[in-house]
C-alpha cells in the first residue's frame, strides 16, 4: 500500500542553523505534499503545502522542495527559532481518494538557544 | 481554536468496555477523518467519511467503528476487539476530498484501565 517514509526521526539544531526533513513516497500518482507542525499538548497545523505541478514553494523561513522523479520531498528550516520547536509531519494525497492522507512518521526537532 | 471540537480530552476505558470518542465541526466541511498517534508511528488513518451517511475504512479499521448520520458529527467507537487502545485520537475535517487543508481537533487521550 501507499507509504510515507520521513528522516530523521529526532533532529537537534543551535539557534539561527538551518534544519531540513526529508521525506519519500510510494504512490507515484500522489499529487498534494503538506508539511503539519504539532506542537506539545496540541493539534497537528498546516504549515505549508506543495503540488505536484511545482518544484519549490517557500513561505518566509520556510520552504519545501519536490523532486517527483525520485519521489521524495524537504522541509527546509533557516535561521531556527526556539519556538520552531515541534514535531513535524509530512503526508501525501492523491485524487480519487477520498482526499485522505498518509503520514510519515515525524520528525521531533529541538532548537537549542 | 474552535471549528472542530473533540470530546473528552481524556478517556480511560475499563477491559470489554466500548467507548465513544466525540468530533463535532461547525465549519460545513463535508470530510471527516479520525486518526491514531502513537509516539515513532505518526498518524495512521482509522476511517473516513467523504459525506453524510457514507464512511471508509482506513489503514486500521479493525476494532474501531463509526456513523456520519450529521453533517457535522463523526464519532469513533472504539470497541472491546481493539486489543490495543491506548493512543492519542485525531479528528480531522476538510470542505471537501479533494486534496485542500485539513483542520485538527484538539485530540483525545485514551488510555485502558
Known amino acids: 500500500g501507499e507509504n510515507v517514509e520521513q528522516h530523521p526521526s529526532t533532529l537537534s539544531v543551535q539557534e539561527g542553523d538551518s534544519a531540513v526533513i526529508k521525506c519519500t513516497y510510494s504512490?507515484?500518482?500522489?499529487?498534494?505534499f503538506p508539511w503539519y507542525k504539532q506542537e506539545l499538548g496540541k493539534r497537528p497545523q498546516l504549515i505549508i503545502d506543495?503540488?505536484?505541478?511545482?518544484g519549490e514553494k517557500k513561505d518566509q523561513r520556510i520552504a519545501v522542495t519536490l523532486n517527483k522523479t525520485a519521489k521524495h520531498f524537504s522541509l527546509h528550516i533557516t535561521e531556527t527559532q526556539p519556538e520552531d520547536s515541534a514535531v513535524y509531519f509530512c503526508?501525501?494525497?492523491?485524487?480519487?481518494?477520498?482526499?485522505?492522507?498518509?503520514f510519515g512518521q515525524g520528525t521531533e526537532l529541538s532548537v537549542k538557544p | 481554536d474552535g471549528g472542530i471540537t473533540q470530546s473528552p480530552k481524556y478517556l480511560f476505558r475499563k477491559e470489554g468496555q466500548n467507548v465513544t470518542l466525540s468530533c463535532e465541526q461547525n465549519?460545513?466541511?463535508?470530510?471527516m477523518y479520525w486518526y491514531r498517534q502513537d509516539p515513532g508511528q505518526g498518524l495512521r488513518l482509522i476511517y473516513y467519511s467523504q459525506i453524510v451517511n457514507d464512511f471508509q475504512k482506513g489503514d486500521i479499521a479493525e476494532g474501531y467503528s463509526v456513523s456520519r448520520e450529521k453533517k457535522e458529527s463523526f464519532p469513533l467507537t472504539v470497541t472491546s476487539a481493539q486489543k490495543n487502545p491506548t493512543a492519542f485520537y485525531l479528528c480531522?475535517?476538510?470542505?471537501?476530498?479533494?486534496?485542500?487543508?485539513?483542520?485538527f481537533g484538539s485530540g483525545t487521550q485514551l488510555s485502558v484501565l
Open positions: 480531522a475535517s476538510k470542505l471537501g476530498p479533494s486534496n485542500e487543508k485539513l483542520f
Open positions: 504512490d507515484s500518482a500522489s499529487n498534494y
Open positions: 465549519l460545513n466541511h463535508d470530510a
Open positions: 506543495i503540488r505536484s505541478n511545482v
Open positions: 503526508a501525501a494525497s492523491r485524487n480519487n481518494q477520498g482526499g485522505k492522507l498518509i
